[in-house]
Nanobody, 123 residues
Framework: QVQLVESGGGLVQAGGSLRLSCAAS????????MGWFRQAPGKEREFVAS????????YYTDSVKGRFTISRDNAKNTVYLQMNSLKSEDTAVYYC????????????????WGRGTQVTVSS
């Protein structure tokens, strides 16, 4: 069993920045691919970013490329999402997830999920 806890969400003005953190339980954090997903009101959950077990490979959805950066610190069992140049369209609940493998961007490949943290971008 893996438990994930997101933090760092909040209210920010458009153009501002936030850094989300996801703390994972367990002693095998480095075995998991990690991802961030988000769900805006009235919309389906969507992929945002993911990172390989070692941190060397990353993927981003087109709408956040150049603005968001995913990273991980395996020694701290933590994955981060640095969000810069935030837009109102980024407003959503952001979820951290862990995967044993498979496609980095596929929701179905993620086995464990956090409870989410709200990000609200005002304009």
């Amino acid at each position: 069993q893996v438990q994930l806890v997101e933090s760092g969400g909040g209210l920010v003005q458009a153009g501002g920045s936030l850094r989300l953190s996801c703390a994972a339980s367990g002693r095998t954090f480095s075995n998991y691919r990690m991802g961030w997903f988000r769900q805006a009101p009235g919309k389906e959950r969507e992929f945002v970013a993911s990172v390989s077990q070692s941190g060397g490979i990353t993927y981003y959805t087109d709408s956040v490329k150049g603005r968001f950066t995913i990273s991980r610190d395996n020694a701290k069992n933590t994955v981060y999402l640095q969000m810069n140049s935030l837009k109102s369209e980024d407003t959503a609940v952001y979820y951290c997830a862990a995967s044993w493998g498979g496609a980095y961007t596929a929701i179905a490949n993620y086995d464990y999920w956090g409870r989410g943290t709200q990000v609200t971008v005002s304009s």
